[in-house]
């Protein structure tokens, strides 16, 4: 079974910058996606980046130029820089995971593994 513990997030201003880390304990296959999923105040979750064992990304237009999703795979642990932050990025942000591509799985359901979330609030 595979376990997401997430660190980092924080507060910050507008225009800052912030880091999250997720680690990935268990075993994991070379064949594993895994995705950022942020869920602001009354809505719902959305996928904003992904990636997947081959290093391909896929981002929201609302982060692109300002988000980046990478992965250290000797570690097993996934990150998300976020840039420019603005006050509607304020959000719980969760890591999933979920076997195989994720190119394709955009909804919290197509993802089985979870991290516990932490708040990122942006100050304006």
């Known amino acids: 079974q595979v376990r997401l513990a997430e660190s980092g997030g924080g507060s910050v201003q507008a225009g800052g910058s912030l880091r999250r880390s997720c680690a990935a304990f268990g075993y994991i296959p070379h064949n594993y996606g895994m995705a950022w999923f942020p869920q602001g105040p009354g809505k719902e979750r959305e996928r904003v980046a992904r990636?997947?064992?081959?290093?391909?990304?896929t981002y929201v237009d609302s982060v692109k130029g300002r988000f980046t999703i990478s992965k250290d795979t000797l570690k097993n642990t996934l990150y998300l820089q976020m840039n420019s932050l603005k006050p509607e990025d304020t959000a719980m942000y969760s890591c999933a995971g979920t076997y195989g591509s994720c190119a394709f799985k955009t909804t919290g359901s197509d993802f089985g593994h979870w991290g516990q979330g932490t708040q990122v609030t942006v100050s304006s």
């Open positions: 990636i997947d064992s081959d290093g391909t990304t």
